[in-house]
């Protein structure tokens, strides 16, 4: 019987780069722009709106973290 082989990601996979998270925060920009752009959201809509609002956040205070990390890398 053969066993499946683990093998490790790559660390990119594991820890987003600033970029991809930027990416991630611009697709769920232009969600919202096109909810915006409605003149009534549907319920789904609106807890979808909630959703994408709380997700560009919690990118934008990563890509921020990661910011920080880099810069205190570079000067120590």
């Not at 959703?51 to 120590?76: H, N, P, Q, T, Y």
């Amino acid at each position: 019987m053969q066993t499946a082989r683990f093998t490790e990601l790559p660390k990119a996979a594991l820890h987003p780069t600033i970029q991809q998270l930027a990416q991630e925060h611009s697709l769920y920009d232009r969600r919202l722009d096109t909810l915006r752009s409605k003149l009534f959201l549907t319920e789904p809509e609106k807890l979808e709106e909630v959703r994408l609002k709380k997700l560009k956040l919690s990118l934008k205070d990563e890509i921020e973290r990661l910011r920080r990390m880099e810069a205190s890398a570079s000067e120590g």
